[in-house]
């Protein structure tokens, strides 16, 4: 498919489980954005990658979280030690700019992790 | 941070009726956007404005930035079931990269 992809859609985890979420950006896409969703909220900023650098990660809630774009396409957010309060959506979105543009922000269809 | 907030959180209508729903911040902005997020699926970028004052549509859809630049509106004509949905306002982070949004419109038609 053209659009951002993201795996697995949906995610159980125990708490203090390790979980990791894959997202699939536009191919050739530069710029690529996590956001967490929390229910009935609107998406919030988590991290931002420029290719493989990772130029602002100060949305990231603690350092149980932990985002990595090793060669400048696939991106994995990983969240270590899950707690109740990390459920929630977590959306990737790419641009094939690299700022400024935001109209050309697209966003995968997200993970929904629920922590038990 | 920068917050932006949204009304109404929820609109019940009737299909055929038209919609207004607002976002207000008490921060500048240079760009507003519209965002509509179908269940299951990520926000979808319905409308983009850059300039304090501008009105720009798409289909049935009309949004205006505010001339303070702290606001924006969004109107729907006509409603038809396939509007159902969260309507969210967002702005660029001030200073960063990424956006801030509203906490949402959850519209709701009533055939």
């Known amino acids: 498919g053209a659009g951002v992809s993201q795996s697995p859609r949906y995610k159980v985890a125990k708490r203090g489980q390790d979980v990791a979420l894959r997202c699939d950006p536009i191919s050739g896409h530069v710029s690529l954005f996590w956001y967490q969703q929390a229910l009935g909220q609107g998406p919030e900023f988590l991290t931002y990658?420029?290719?493989?650098?990772?130029?602002?990660k100060s949305g990231l809630p603690s350092d149980r979280f932990f985002a990595e774009r090793p060669e400048g396409s696939v991106s994995t957010l990983k969240i270590q030690r899950t707690q109740q309060e990390d459920s929630a959506v977590y959306l990737c979105?790419?641009?094939?700019?690299?700022?400024?543009?935001?109209?050309?922000?697209?966003f995968g269809p997200g993970t929904r992790l629920t922590v038990l | 941070g920068q917050q932006l907030n949204q009304s109404p959180q929820s609109m019940f209508i009737q299909e055929g009726e038209d919609v207004s729903m607002n976002c207000t911040s008490s921060s500048i902005f240079n760009t507003w956007l519209w965002y509509k997020q179908d269940p299951g699926e990520g926000p979808v970028l319905l409308i983009a404005?850059?300039?304090?004052?501008e009105l720009t549509s798409n289909g049935r859809l009309t949004a205006q930035f505010g001339i303070t630049r702290k606001d924006s509106f969004l109107n729907i004509s006509a409603s038809i079931p396939s509007d159902v949905g969260i309507y969210f306002c967002a702005a660029p982070r001030g200073g960063a990269d990424g956006l801030t949004f509203g906490k949402g419109t959850h519209l709701i038609i009533q055939p």
């Open positions: 990658f420029q290719n493989e650098a990772q130029l602002d």
């Open positions: 979105a790419s641009s094939w700019r690299t700022s400024g543009y935001y109209n050309e922000q697209f």
């Open positions: 404005l850059y300039k304090a004052g």
